[in-house]
């Protein structure tokens, strides 16, 4: 059985519904199934643990803000060896929604000062909000211990290949200098 993002649980909080002078505490812990949908959707091996606990607060008479702690456990393939490697993930999470931020209209968009800051929606998405911050901490570029690229030299066959010492400019001159040394003395 393949596990997919439309299968999680809904974890939405409704705004409208929540107390307007405390905070509203949360916890998602998503099961074996869950994990397996999260890391196919992110392009990762696995997620052995993974965690969002916190709280959503009203700030003034209209704005709300999202404070929590993201944990996890991320398996991904290094990208020298494709070998798994195993990462540990501890961030912070804030979000703030406020009535007053406007939705780009254009495909260019000038950033705010506060990339935290969304529109107010009238729900907010618990999972979508942990997956996100997930795939904004995980590692772009994992690497095994020990794993380095090293160099790789191509070209067409009877062809000398060229190094990147090769393709400077002036890499030949020291060679033509210190000859020009001997010569000299």
Not at 94 to 120: F, H, I
Not at 145 to 161: C, H, W
Request: proline fraction near 7%.
């Amino acid at each position: 059985m393949e596990a997919h993002l439309a299968d999680l649980p809904t974890s939405i909080l409704r705004l409208a519904d929540l107390a307007s002078r405390r905070s509203t505490p949360f916890e998602l812990m998503p099961n074996g199934p869950e994990r397996i949908a999260i890391a196919a959707s992110l392009g990762i091996i696995g997620i052995k643990k993974l965690k969002l606990t916190g709280e959503i607060s009203p700030s003034g008479r209209t704005d709300w803000d999202l404070h929590a702690t993201l944990g996890a456990t991320i398996v991904q393939e290094c990208v020298v060896t494709l070998n798994p490697v195993t990462t540990r993930v501890d961030e912070g999470v804030r979000r703030t929604y406020k009535v007053d931020v406007e939705e780009p209209e254009d495909d260019e968009v000038e950033m705010t000062l506060d990339e935290n800051v969304e529109p107010l929606p009238a729900n907010i998405d618990l999972y979508s909000v942990m997956i996100e911050a997930l795939s904004l901490a995980m590692p772009a570029y994992p690497r095994a211990e020990g794993a380095e690229l090293g160099d790789a030299v191509f070209s067409d066959r009877g062809v000398a290949p060229m190094s990147d010492d090769d393709a400077k400019p002036f890499a030949g001159l020291e060679g033509l200098r210190k000859a020009l040394e001997k010569k000299g003395d």
